[in-house]
């Protein structure tokens, strides 16, 4: 069965630095990887997926992924944060097939001013 | 504009009482899903349906029970509250014409409290 870990459980960055949220996976079979973002008191939203294809995905409001199959990785990237992406940060994977997501424990992303 | 609405939003109720939760969506979805978040562990899938009259057993499934009489209701019931059932649990909905490659969408969630 699919697992994720999500290495960090909180990220403090300095407004317009960048950052990388990391994703790693296990699977003995391909996947989907998702991302998804809560914002304060909201559910959750998709910023990217990677299906098939290309392996930089990119996603809303400047974020971007790369799925590393050697590494059973799929990293989250902005070059330069704002304020207003203070936000918890979801890894999910599913298995291809019909097997529904698993989600990571989450990633605090915190911005400073 | 299609919307997955969730209610109530906040609850607080009682061990030993029954619960239902209400998640109804007007995408006309056929996937929708049942999960609760904590602190430490993230979102864990309580159940899910692909279709009217499907139900499946997720990862914390056990003191959880849902139905699916039509497309646009997924009410979860819990039978016999438990203080370890605090939680905030969140109902979402996909398309479902990809399998699991569809997005899924979030309703703003319902924070219950047993006390």
């Known amino acids: 069965a699919q697992s994720v870990t999500q290495l960090d459980s909180q990220v403090p960055v300095f407004e317009e630095a960048p950052v990388e949220l990391r994703c790693n996976y296990s699977s003995s079979v391909s996947v989907y990887l998702f991302w998804y973002v809560q914002y304060p008191n909201q559910g959750l939203q998709l910023l990217l997926k990677?299906?098939?294809?290309?392996?930089l995905v990119k996603g809303i409001n400047g974020f971007e992924a790369e799925f590393n199959k050697s590494q059973t990785s799929f990293h989250l990237r902005k070059p330069s944060v704002h304020i207003s992406d203070t936000a918890e940060y979801f890894c999910?994977?599913?298995?291809?097939?019909?097997?529904?997501?698993?989600f990571g424990k989450g990633t605090r992303l915190s911005v400073i001013a | 504009d299609a919307e997955i609405t969730q209610s109530p939003r906040h609850k607080i109720t009682e061990t030993g009482r029954q619960v239902t939760l209400a998640c109804h969506q007007t995408?006309?979805?056929?996937?929708m899903f049942w999960y609760r978040q904590d602190l430490g562990h993230g979102l864990r899938l309580i159940h899910y349906?692909?279709?009217?009259?499907?139900?499946n057993k997720g990862e914390v499934s056990d003191g959880y029970s849902v139905s699916r009489s039509n497309t646009e209701d997924l009410p979860l019931t819990l039978e016999s509250a438990a203080s370890s059932q605090t939680s905030v649990y969140f109902c979402a909905s996909s398309e479902g014409l990809a399998g699991v490659r569809d997005t899924q969408y979030f309703g703003p969630g319902t924070r219950l409290t047993v006390l």
């Open positions: 995408w006309n979805h056929n996937n």
């Open positions: 999910a994977v599913s298995e291809k097939g019909n097997t529904p997501l698993v």
């Open positions: 990677y299906l098939s294809g290309s392996t």
């Open positions: 349906s692909y279709g009217v009259h499907d139900t």
